[in-house]
């Protein structure tokens, strides 16, 4: 069960003590607290863990400060869709809205690599508008021997950059807990010039001691890769840790999946998942064009691969595209066969806009049948 608190809950006040008391004395659960910080306003919300389907909602709703009580299947309790379950599907980073409504591409780099590939890639974004980017400074590899990013090294520069282009959100995958602290280091030491949204890989999708170190951290929201060989499931699971530890700032993204059904593409693309993770979760949903489909191939209309999936998401409503591009991707030290060209950035965008169009439509469409029946 999920308490909701009453917005100008004061901690320290008698009210307050009194709730806290109160829930100490159930039997067999356990109260976590969360403070979840909205851009306007801090929500506490209390998570009863045990056994609580002894307790009536209806008293739990009577205890003091409590706005709103939820009972919570056990499924995804936090990051969940539950019955009479009014909590929002979005939140709000760097001025930014990430929700279930809203779409935001993160064009970049798979991985940095030299500092004028970095500065070329984002003055071509904010050329084209854009005010987010990927950029891998750490990259889980298959070979121990193949390059494996620069990790903090490189993290000062890319930020000063990002923010002489007014990037406001760097999504940078972590494979480890201390690579988050050297983000932070490394942002305080530029002063703040950008926001970073941390990634999971696909390979770290059930590391759940990175997940745990990632989720007890609150400054950074975390785009969770699904893991590429489990269950969607297990896969959404492995993002509600983020969450019980206290990170709810959570974006879920498809990158397709390991099967040699999927040939041609490197991996079989599930972007028919998206509506599915928006039905049972409050997640907004990003998908990778990039590591699912992993070249420049395209189809006889002359529209690449790559293009024909973001688009298919879109459609159905995905929120955030995370896109490989390069300015010479024959020269990338990581991924260079499925990069895009910085040429191709306003033609992806458009193609982009066209689809996110009849996205748009099509919801509205399905709410007008809606008032009709
Ligand atoms: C990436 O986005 O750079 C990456 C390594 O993706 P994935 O974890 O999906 O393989
Ligand atoms: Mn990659």
Partial sequence: MILILDENTDAHSDEYRQLMERLSLLENIESRVHQIQGSERAVREIYLIGDTKVLQIDDMRALPCVAQAIRVS???????????????AHFDYQGLRFGQDTLHVFAGLCAVDTREHVEEMMRALKDNGQQCTRMGAYKPRTSPYAFQGHGKECLPWVFELAGKYDIKVVAMEVTHESHAEEIRGALELTGNPTG??????????????????????????????????????????????LASEGNSKVVFALRGMKTNLGDPHRNFVDFAHVPVVKRLTRMPVCVDPSHSVGSRSSSPDGI???????????????????????PNPAKALVDGPQALKIDELPYFLEDVAIAREAYLKRAEASASFRDRH
């Fill in 74 to 88: 056990e499924e995804y309790r936090v990051l969940g869709r539950h019955k009479h379950d009014s909590r929002p």
């Fill in 196 to 241: 970073i949204i941390l990634q999971i890989g696909t390979r770290n999708t059930q590391n759940f001691e990175l997940l745990k170190a990632v989720g007890r951290q609150t400054d950074y929201p975390v785009l969770i890769k699904r893991g590429f060989g489990i269950t969607l499931d297990e896969s959404l699971n492995a993002a509600e840790y």
């Fill in 304 to 326: 690449f691969d790559a293009f024909h999936v973001t688009a298919q998401a879109i459609i159905a409503g995905a929120n955030m595209v995370l896109v490989d591009f390069h």
